[in-house]
């Protein structure tokens, strides 16, 4: 049977519970754990596939094709977990199945409640999850901030679930804030006092405190907050600012919280001393030999979580060779006009990721082709690749009017709607998504890269490259070196007589991990450190 965590947090938003869950799961695992992780998002939408990166961050997709929280990124990162659609549960996807039940008369006679039916139906997504990953333990994420209205049902889901499965077998940790007033030179533990009261009404009495600090607690500190908010002293445990976030499972650790975790559950488990992690991945993010610079030309650059994954697998590039890997974020309509020479002076690498609509497209061109004419290296993802594809149709087959159909009817469709998604009337969920087979054509840089013929990648697009032009562009040194051999579909190209030229209609930052970087994205800060600026 699953051992459950439920993971809250207490007063703000942006503490870091995606890391602090996956960093969990981590200290687990070395124990010899099978561990899964699940987050519960309290938005009425479906799934976050149809909301603004400004509103929700980046859209993290599964193996399995489900558009996902970015969270689950961070559990993908620091585990040897593979979320699915059983790892995010949103309110709308509960209600969604309640009413639908409803309507089939499932529940003929009643009156429909928020308890017991939506609670019921979150404790059978959450008892799912458990019995699908056959985990030992299951971490569970509740999204938002304790006191929120919408998380209440999730909450107290939660609560009920330990009434369910019995004392041992479930463990509350609550992630909150102790602020250090400058003014009054000292931590202040009020507001994690306030958040674990307003919890204790809802019927939650946490085991473990996870304190986010700049400070570090003095034990007299610990001693409050562990007497004020009933937990014992050892199992609050601080959470101080790091330079890496790869170092807080080192930072769990060292305080033991695997071991109250375990003596909680009563589990018994092999020892575990995290000693790859540190010396494979912190111990090269903090001394790194070399330093290379890489722009990523996005729309969304002012967010830190439009393109968490994009930078991550970066990182993830940079620690594979030892080097600091400085990312300039340019946005892409800044680049329509000017000297896009000086907005990119210094850059080993140009990034194009993925994204949605016309805005910002013709200064990605532009920045593609002064990668493509000055062998800067270059790494197009999914609308990164069409742009690069628009490039080449313009600048060097000389279809100078080439577009793709999302963003202009033209004469020269390069890129245009897959014919399935000619049928589609709605637009959640109904894009090419997960992972599907690609095989690589020997002797090309791909084949280099990933050193093998066929591949498995995550997509979330609607358009395609139009095989039409395949021909003109072939004539013209494009080579198509991965293809979805069920349907003909293009999925990488590249370009001779280049060093690092090659962008990809799926996304492989989603399964870049710090102590094993993408190949698409290790060779692509390899090609960078050579690159003489
Ligand atoms: N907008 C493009 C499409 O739908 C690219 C999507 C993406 O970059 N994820 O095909």
């Not at 959470?239 to 930072?251: G, M, R």
């Not at 650059?301 to 594979?320: P, R, V």
Request: proline share 4%; hydrophobic share 35%.
């Amino acid at each position: 049977m699953s051992k459950y965590i439920f993971i809250t947090g207490g007063v703000i938003s942006s503490l870091g519970k995606g890391i602090a869950s996956a960093s969990i799961g981590k200290i687990l695992e070395s124990r010899g754990l099978k561990v899964a992780l699940m987050k519960l998002d309290p938005y009425i939408n479906v799934d976050p596939g149809t909301m603004n990166p400004y509103q929700h961050g980046e859209v993290y997709v599964t193996e399995d094709g489900s558009e996902t929280d970015l969270d689950l990124g961070h559990y993908e990162r620091f585990t040897n977990t593979v979320s699915s659609r059983f790892s995010n549960i949103t309110t709308g996807q509960v209600y969604n199945s309640v009413i639908s039940r409803e309507r089939k008369g499932d529940y003929l006679g009643k009156t429909i409640q928020v308890i017991p039916h939506i609670t019921d139906a979150i404790k059978e997504r959450i008892r799912e999850c458990a019995l699908v990953s056959k985990a030992d333990i299951v971490i569970v994420e509740i999204g938002g901030t304790v006191g929120d209205i919408e998380s209440l049902p999730f909450l107290e889901a939660c609560r009920q679930f330990r009434l369910d499965m019995g004392y041992d077998n479930v463990l509350y940790i609550h992630l909150t804030l102790v602020p250090y007033i400058k003014a009054a030179g000292e931590v202040k533990t009020k507001p994690t006092q306030h958040s674990v009261g307003t919890l204790r009404e809802i019927g939650i009495v946490p085991d473990v405190l996870i304190c986010r600090t700049e400070e570090p607690l003095t034990d007299g500190v610990k001693e409050k907050i562990s007497l004020f908010c009933n937990v014992k002293k050892e199992a609050v445990i601080e959470s101080p600012d790091k330079q890496t976030i790869y170092q807080i499972p080192l930072v769990f650790k060292e305080q033991i919280l695997d071991e109250i975790i375990l003596s909680h559950f009563k589990l018994i488990c092999k020892s575990s001393e995290l000693k790859d992690w540190e010396k494979g991945v912190v111990n090269r993010v903090l001394n790194p030999k070399h330093k290379v610079t890489i722009a990523v030309i996005g729309k969304y650059i002012e967010l830190q979580d439009a393109y968490k994954s994009i930078y991550e697998a970066l990182t993830h590039g940079g620690i594979h060779n030892n080097a600091k890997v400085e990312i300039k974020k340019i946005d892409s309509e800044r680049l329509e006009k000017g000297s896009i020479e000086k907005m990119l002076e210094g850059v080993s690498g140009i990034l194009v990721p993925g994204g949605f609509g016309y805005r910002g497209i013709e200064g990605k061109v532009r920045a593609i082709q002064m990668a493509r004419q000055n062998k800067i290296p270059f790494l197009g993802i999914c609308l990164g690749m069409q742009c690069a594809v628009i490039e080449f149709a313009r600048h060097v087959c000389g279809l100078a009017a080439a577009n793709s159909t999302e963003f202009k009817q033209t004469r020269y469709p390069v890129i245009s709607l897959l014919e399935e998604q000619k049928g589609h009337k709605n637009l959640g969920g109904t894009m090419r998504l997960g992972a599907y087979p690609c095989k690589i054509k020997k002797g090309s840089l791909a084949f280099k890269v990933y050193d093998r013929g066929m591949i498995h990648e995550r997509h979330r697009h609607r358009y395609e490259f139009n095989n039409q032009y395949k021909k003109i562009f072939e004539n013209k040194g494009m080579i198509f070196s991965g293809i979805y051999p069920q349907k003909g579909l293009v999925e990488i190209i590249e370009l001779k007589n280049h060093p690092y030229f090659i962008a990809v209609q799926f996304h492989p930052e989603f399964k870049s991990k710090p102590d094993k970087a993408h190949p698409l994205f290790r060779d692509f800060i390899k090609a960078g450190l050579s690159f003489k600026v």
